[in-house]
């Protein structure tokens, strides 16, 4: 049997993805397939298909959500039937998928599949990278970069949630007023100003306690903004190259550096359950998974080129 799905020989810019028929995938033991209803384009997805070489009809994908239709002989878990979100390192972009077990998620009644694809990536990294590791304190400020991306986005409303003050770095008005709706004191549009001098002039001279920087350009301005003894948080490179910094100035500071990347442990059951309370929170509506643009899945190298150029606010998702 073949599905379709989004798929690429060579690395290379949007158009090297090609729709096309491929061999429907084998559950493995310890494996669910899954009916894919709604993917999430993932940041990581984008640098993958861009730079990482892999075999031929490699289909790309980290993240997605849909229906069980068969479960693997060691998995007890999950049933055919069930509404799950899941992550993988690839295979998303398709109609079927075959996931660990162990790397999804139940769907909460009333969840829109589309939010439940994109929320345990961007909420799950957001989370381990504000409270896990940023252990962010009520009454602290906290600069987050990228701010209008998945991952800022819920990293904005985790730290409001939380209590602290909320510095977020974005351009655009329609995003800005967007980003004070979701719990931003202040929003610094890296066009216009610059944003150390900003970061320091909103906290007196202080620094910030905390920042967050899924960008890996931006590395060096996020140590400059930090108050002596702040933490940094780094995740992601979407600006691309290295993640170069001179370590003389947090080791002058008593800063602390923090490395995340969420691939390895996401099945780590205090991470794992994690992400099904924020599943649970967003399907109380307590917290939003915002949503730019949805695609058909045909249209991959369309959805791809979006994500990369538009500066989309939030997620863009694909549906089969």
């Given at each position: 049997m073949?599905?379709?799905?989004?798929?690429y020989?060579?690395?290379?810019?949007p158009?090297?993805?090609?729709?096309?028929?491929?061999?429907d995938?084998?559950?493995g033991?310890?494996?669910v397939?899954?009916?894919?209803?709604?993917i999430s384009?993932?940041?990581?997805?984008l640098?993958?298909?861009?730079?990482?070489?892999?075999?031929?009809?490699?289909v790309?994908?980290?993240?997605?959500?849909?229906?069980?239709?068969?479960?693997?002989?060691?998995?007890?878990?999950?049933?055919?039937?069930?509404?799950?979100?899941?992550?993988?390192?690839?295979?998303s972009?398709?109609?079927?998928?075959?996931?660990?077990?162990?790397?999804?998620?139940?769907?909460?009644?009333?969840?829109?599949?589309?939010r439940?694809?994109?929320?345990?990536?961007?909420?799950?990294?957001?989370?381990h990278?504000?409270?896990?590791?940023?252990?962010?304190?009520?009454?602290?400020?906290?600069l987050?970069?990228?701010?209008?991306?998945?991952?800022g986005?819920?990293?904005?409303?985790?730290a409001?949630?939380?209590g602290?003050?909320?510095?977020?770095?974005?351009?655009?008005?329609?995003?800005?007023?967007?980003?004070?709706?979701?719990?931003a004191?202040?929003?610094?549009?890296?066009l216009q100003?610059?944003?150390?001098?900003?970061a320091?002039?909103?906290?007196?001279?202080?620094?910030?306690?905390?920042?967050?920087?899924?960008?890996?350009?931006t590395?060096?301005?996020?140590?400059?903004?930090?108050?002596?003894?702040?933490?940094?948080?780094?995740?992601?490179?979407?600006?691309?190259g290295?993640?170069d910094?001179?370590?003389w100035?947090?080791?002058?500071?008593?800063?602390?550096l923090h490395?995340?990347?969420?691939g390895?442990i996401f099945e780590?059951p205090?991470?794992?359950?994690?992400?099904?309370?924020?599943?649970?929170?967003?399907?109380?509506?307590k917290?939003?998974?915002?949503?730019?643009?949805?695609?058909?899945?045909?249209?991959?190298?369309?959805?791809?080129d979006?994500?990369?150029?538009a500066?989309?606010?939030?997620r863009?998702?694909?549906?089969?």
């Open positions: 073949k599905m379709k799905a989004a798929v020989d060579n690395p290379g810019p158009s090297v993805l090609k729709y096309v028929d491929v061999p995938p084998v559950c033991l310890d494996e397939v899954i009916r894919v209803e709604a384009i993932e940041g990581g997805d640098i993958n298909r861009r730079s990482t070489s892999q075999v031929p009809l490699w790309v994908g980290y993240a997605a959500a849909g229906t069980v239709v068969s479960v693997g002989e060691d998995v007890t878990t999950r049933a055919a039937g069930d509404k799950v979100a899941a992550f993988s390192m690839q295979g972009h398709a109609e079927l998928w075959a996931v660990a077990a162990s790397r999804t998620w139940p769907v909460p009644a009333g969840l829109y599949m589309a439940a694809a994109a929320l345990p990536i961007s909420f799950g990294s957001a989370y990278s504000v409270v896990t590791r940023g252990a962010v304190g009520i009454g602290e400020t906290i987050i970069h990228a701010a209008a991306g998945g991952v986005l819920a990293a904005v409303q985790l409001k949630r939380a602290a003050t909320v510095i977020a770095v974005a351009s655009g008005s329609e995003r800005q007023a967007r980003l004070i709706e979701l719990g004191t202040f929003v610094i549009d890296r100003h610059d944003v150390v001098e900003e320091c002039r909103l906290t007196n001279g202080k620094g910030v306690d905390l920042v967050i920087d899924p960008v890996g350009s590395l060096q301005a996020s140590l400059s903004a930090l108050a002596q003894e702040g933490r940094l948080v780094f995740l992601g490179n979407a600006g691309g290295k993640l910094v001179d370590l100035q947090p080791m002058q500071n008593n800063q602390t490395g995340v990347f969420m390895s780590r205090s991470v794992h359950g994690t992400v099904d309370d924020l599943l649970a929170t967003a399907a109380a509506g917290i939003d998974v915002v949503i730019d643009r949805s695609f058909a899945l045909e249209d991959a190298a369309h959805a791809h979006y994500a990369e150029a500066k989309p606010l939030g863009i998702v694909m549906t089969p």
